[in-house]
Each structure stands twice: as C-alpha cells, then as structure tokens.
C-alpha cells in the first residue's frame, strides 16, 4: 500500500524517527511533527535534505494542520519512565487532546490512523503473556499512571472515533523496543545497562533482576507497525519479541557483548514496576503474518556501536 503523504507525529523521537526513515523508503512524503520535549533533532538530522521530508516543531496539544494527508501515525508521547514522571500532565494532555487533535486530521482528510499505544496497558499483569483481550491491572492514580491511564484513554478515544466517525483507526500496543537513536539518558533498560556497561561504573538491576521484559528491536518492530497499518483491524494488537529475559540475564549479556569489566549493583523496585512483560503476539501472526526476526543478542550487537559513538 502506498500512502502519498503521512503525518508522523513524535517524528523526532526513537521509534518515531525509524518510522519516518522506513515511511520515505517506500515513497511516501512524510511530515513530522515534534515540540523536542523528548524527541531529539539529532534523531532525524540525516533527513534534513531529503525532498519528501519536512520537520515541523509544534505541540499537537495545540490546534495544527498541515493540509491534506493520507495516513497519521500518532506516536508522541514522552514514553520512558523518567520521562513521563517529569513531564506528568503533559504526557496525559498528549495522550488525550493531543490524540483527539490528530483523530480529528485523520477524519478531516478520511486518512488512516494509528496510535502507538503501550503494554503499559496490561500494567502489572496478572496474566502471562499477555493476550490484547487482558484488561490489565493498573494502579490509576500511581505514579506511573500519567502514562498507563493516558495510553488507556488515547485506546478508548481512538475506539470511539472508529465506531461514531467511522475513522479507518488501528491500535498497536508496542513492548519494549531498543536499538540506535534510543536515548542514553532515558531511563530504560536497555539503554541504562549499555551506557553504565561502557563507562564501567556498576550496572543497576532494580529489585533482585527476576522481573522479566521481553526486547523487541526497532526495526522488527517498524515492520509490525507498517504490516497492521495496511490491514482493516482496528482493535489492539501486540507488536513486540515474545523472547522474555530476567533483567539480570540481560545485565549480563550486555556485559559479556561490551567486554565490560562493571559489577552489578541493586537498587529498590520503583513502585508498580511490572514483575512480568511478554507478549503474546499471535494475532499479528494471524492477521498479517509478523514476526520479530531479531535476536537479543544480534540486535545489541547492533545497538552498542551506536551508543559507543555517540557524543552525551
């Protein structure tokens, strides 16, 4: 499918800018939008003389239009933990006026849409992996719920335009993803373990490490959101590697793959932090065929060189 012009907001961020790199591959004109709360211009510096690629600074929390588009991918939000704690209200103001001023683009122009929504969603789960039919367990007034409730109403807002304007709206709810352009000083684990790991100070597990994540790199996780943004499905689908690792085995092969002499060190469990995170992707295997291709260790080994070379 081919989209001639799309509307990519959060342009500027990690997954946003690989969406704008792998959007232009295919052809299509590409608009990004970012007001830099999070997202970074050294992320998408490289497209700066690219013919279909324009980069607009604006808060989509503000009235916007950029004129006639046929597809919006909907991916700003402050989405790591440190950043979504310090800029609480406005990570639930992106969440749901900066989500409606987009569906509202989208209906506008009778565009696609898709809002990247989060695992964040399943919060704490009780169930394991998580299937896209869990309702979750989420604290919703801890302090991870600017993100957790912001995600869940982004999903019920996005519904509701489906079902009452009858918006062509996908769901995509993303697991943790890593690879280049992730941000050294956001907070996640990955990232967190590689800049430690290569400035040899101890690497920080939090609680005893046996708290599971499951690591999906970027590119698997572009091609999964290209794959369902062509397909009729508009309820949520999990897009992420069901591979699941203790954050301990994964302090340890971030060691083993830098060389890294660092000790491990422990610190307390941030509240509500999720003891469990595995998807259960095989709807998006049903429903489009996707995988994730990528091993762990494969996709470090492409992750590392570019936090080696990068200037803080």
């Known amino acids: ?56 600074e604006h808060d ?65 789960p009780k169930e394991h992996p998580q299937t896209e039919e869990y ?11 600017v993100y957790d409730e ?52 101890d690497l920080t597990i939090y609680g005893d490490g046996s708290q599971t994540r499951s690591f999906c790199y970027v590119s698997d996780l572009i091609a999964g959101i290209l794959a369902l943004a062509e397909t009729s499905e508009a309820t949520p689908v999990n897009i992420g590697n069901p591979d699941e690792f203790t954050i301990l085995s994964a302090a340890e092969i971030v060691k083993e793959l830098t060389g890294s002499k660092s000790k491990i060190g422990f610190a307390p469990l941030p509240e509500d932090d999720p003891k469990q995170r595995q998807p259960d992707i095989s709807k998006a295997g049903r429903l489009f065929g996707w995988k994730p291709k990528v091993a762990l260790r494969e996709g470090l080994g492409l992750t590392i060189p570019y936090f080696q070379q990068i200037e803080l």
């Open 1 to 56: 499918m081919h989209w001639k012009t799309v509307l990519v907001t959060g342009g500027a961020g990690f997954l946003g800018s690989h969406l704008c790199d792998a959007l232009l591959q295919r052809g299509s004109r590409v608009i990004a939008v970012d007001n830099l709360s999070t997202g970074r211009l050294k992320n998408i510096a490289h497209l700066s003389k690219e013919s279909m690629f324009s980069f607009e």
């Open 60 to 124: 989509i929390c503000e009235p916007f239009d950029y004129g006639a588009v046929d597809f919006v991918f909907n991916m700003a939000s402050p989405a790591s933990p440190p950043g979504y704690m310090k800029l609480g209200v406005e990570t639930l103001r992106v969440g749901s006026v900066g989500t409606e001023q987009t569906l509202q683009i989208a209906r506008r122009y009778q565009a696609g849409y898709l809002h990247a929504s989060t695992s964040e969603c399943y919060g704490d």
């Open 135 to 145: 309702w979750g367990n989420v604290n919703p007034i801890g302090p991870r719920s």
């Open 150 to 201: 912001a995600k869940r109403f982004s999903e019920a807002m996005v519904m509701a335009y489906h079902r009452y304007y009858k918006v062509n709206t996908h769901l995509v709810r993303i697991f943790n993803t890593y690879g280049p352009r992730l941000d050294p000083k956001d907070g996640r684990v990955i990232s967190n373990l590689i800049m430690q790991a290569l400035a040899g100070e």
